[in-house]
């Protein structure tokens, strides 16, 4: 009886585990993900914007509007603006289970046709664990005023 409980137990508590990595490599994969991103928005790479975002992304911007995925990867990838550069930093990362938020500070130089000019944003970011990777599922940015 006793081994019978005994392994219900260890089995409902392997379902009930979290699948993604360990906790002591989950910052460092997080990281890397969030890197990852800030590449693909200066390179406008679709492909990767397509493998990083969920299909149920959704996009909170500077001005109030919500973007789904495509809509986000549209607006990223048209031509309309460039990302010239990018860098998260001051990032605070959360892990609840399979799911991550992370905090952060985003410093862009972005050219809209012959106008460049430099943001900073504060977001925040929701990452999933999903198909054995993290992947974004929920973003919302504030853009912080100029001095």
């Not at 002591?24 to 914007?49: H, K, V």
């Not at 309309?80 to 609840?96: K, M, P, Q």
Request: aromatic fraction near 8%; charged fraction near 25%.
């Amino acid at each position: 009886m006793k081994v019978a409980l005994a392994a219900t137990v260890a089995l409902i508590l392997s379902a009930c585990a979290t699948s993604g990595p360990p906790a002591s490599q989950a910052s460092d994969d997080l990281r890397a993900a969030n890197a990852a991103y800030d590449a693909a928005l200066i390179s406008a790479d679709r492909q990767a914007l397509e493998e990083i975002l969920t299909d149920d992304f959704r996009f909170v911007t500077d001005y109030g509007a919500i973007v789904d995925k495509w809509t986000q990867i549209d607006d990223l990838t048209s031509g309309r603006f460039d990302i010239l550069t990018a860098a998260s930093d001051e990032l605070s990362i959360e892990r609840h289970g399979d799911a991550a938020l992370i905090v952060g500070r985003f410093r862009a130089s972005v050219r809209y046709g012959d106008e460049q000019t430099d943001i900073v944003e504060r977001y925040t970011t929701l990452w999933v664990w999903r198909d054995g990777r993290w992947r974004l599922r929920h973003e919302h940015s504030s853009l912080q005023p100029r001095p």
